[in-house]
């Protein structure tokens, strides 16, 4: 009975990837946020990720603190030189790598700085390479790059390898790891924390429009990487538009038929086969049209 869910009561399939579905405001964030916390469950949502401007996601999933410690070991010096928040920053602009300039009255500016040319580090940090690249080389590589830099050779380093590919099984191999995670669309935060927490000990994810901002090439590897979660013993609940995932989904919960007071009922259970077979609700009307066309 959550905001403008109707008495709804309705079962949720284990072991399978479900889809919530429905128009705007039909209710189906309000059934999936009624499951009871510590239910087993893993909710991901694209609200904002903690954490200080500085962040980025080398640091937000702790991928930085091997590359450190492989810098450190390869210049025989502390690990802590190659972090732009500890003893390697650069002291001009505390290793933010820009300089705000405020203008009274006028909007302020916001300039790269010009001692570390926006690199974040101290000079003599720089001096130090790892294969041939220091530390803000490596953190301005995508990562695509990134995973195949730290895959072989003198720069092979298993665990940022591992933390690597996870980015890129969630579609965001063209994140550079030292992207601010402020500059991250909604979409990109939910697959990022996915990307930390694929091998939590929750048996159920929850994942709220995974495919937000997401191109279709990705799209297919997101659905790998779900099916993925599901052969490994785990239940997956989506929130989804994207005729594609609905498509894919094992099982199908639409809710409406409408938005607002309009909405808030199950209007249909079952397979997407089916959904696209009796036609009767919106969703059903557009996933028709869409394996149709």
């Not at 994140?175 to 694929?198: D, F, N």
């Not at 990487?225 to 199908?252: C, F, M, N, P, T």
């Not at 809710?255 to 009767?280: M, N, Q, Y």
Request: aromatic share 4%.
């Amino acid at each position: 009975g959550t905001h403008n869910l109707r008495n709804v009561d309705v079962d949720i399939p284990l072991g399978v990837l479900t889809a919530i579905t429905g128009v705007a405001g039909a209710g189906k964030s309000s059934l999936i946020r009624s499951i009871p916390p510590g239910h087993n469950a893993i909710s991901i949502d694209q609200s904002p990720i903690r954490g200080s401007r500085r962040s980025n996601p080398a640091t937000y999933t702790t991928l930085l603190d091997p590359i450190r410690k492989a810098f450190a070991k390869a210049n025989g010096v502390k690990p802590a030189l190659f972090s732009a928040n500890s003893e390697g920053a650069c002291p001009t602009c505390n290793g933010t790598g820009t300089l705000y300039t405020d203008l009274g009255i006028m909007a302020g500016v916001t300039n790269p700085c010009e001692d570390c040319d926006g690199k974040r580090f101290h000079p003599s940090v720089l001096q130090h390479h790892l294969n041939g690249r220091d530390i803000s080389q490596v953190l301005a590589m995508p990562v695509t790059e990134a995973e195949e830099f730290f895959a072989t050779g003198a720069a092979r380093i298993p665990a940022a390898h591992k933390i690597l590919q996870r980015l890129t099984d969630v579609g965001l191999g063209y994140l550079t790891l030292g992207q601010p995670l402020i500059t991250l669309s909604g979409g990109e935060r939910q697959r990022l924390k996915l990307a930390t927490r694929m091998h939590d000990k929750g048996g159920i994810y929850i994942l709220d429009e995974p495919t937000t901002g997401l191109h279709l090439a990705d799209i297919e590897q997101l659905l790998g990487l779900l099916d993925r979660l599901v052969d490994s013993g785990k239940s997956v609940i989506v929130i989804e538009h994207h005729q594609a995932v609905i498509a894919h989904a094992d099982w199908i919960i639409d809710l409406g038929p409408g938005a607002g007071h309009d909405g808030g009922r199950i209007v249909f259970e079952g397979t997407p086969t089916d959904l696209v077979t009796a036609s009767t609700t919106l969703t059903g009307q557009h996933l028709a049209d869409y394996t149709n066309s």
